[in-house]
């Protein structure tokens, strides 16, 4: 049974930072793609970043370029997103997800098959 965990959510004030945590168990991702998504309240779920496992190619939203930092640790299974200068916009539930349907659709909140529980981020002005 496939199981993506997330931790690192929390409370912090504009300006300051926070590292996500997925951990995978279950199954490896070697193959595919894996990427965190967000929602906040009243809001569709939206991308915010996705990197393919193996190769490392990593891919964006316009809105967290240069501010966020999505990686991955082969040995442990394990996929990051490190979270600098927040802003009050980056609070959301955010979530990671694996294997999407297609690598062209890594943006698509719907193609991915596997979810985590999300993990609450509160950026404070």
């Known amino acids: 049974q496939v199981q993506l965990v997330e931790s690192g959510g929390g409370l912090v004030q504009a300006g300051g930072s926070l590292k996500l945590a997925c951990a995978a168990s279950g199954r490896t991702f070697s193959n595919t793609i894996m990427g965190w998504f967000r929602q906040a309240p009243g809001k569709e779920r939206e991308f915010v970043a996705a990197?393919?496992?193996?190769?490392?190619?990593?891919y964006y939203a316009d809105s967290v370029k240069g501010r966020f930092t999505i990686s991955r640790d082969n040995a442990k299974n394990t996929l990051y997103l490190q979270m600098n200068s927040l802003k009050p916009d980056d609070t959301a539930v955010y979530y990671c997800a694996a294997d999407p349907a297609g690598a062209y659709l890594l943006k698509r909140w719907n193609a991915y098959n596997y979810w985590g529980q999300g993990t609450q981020v509160t950026v404070s002005s």
């Open positions: 990197i393919r496992w193996s190769g490392g190619t990593t």
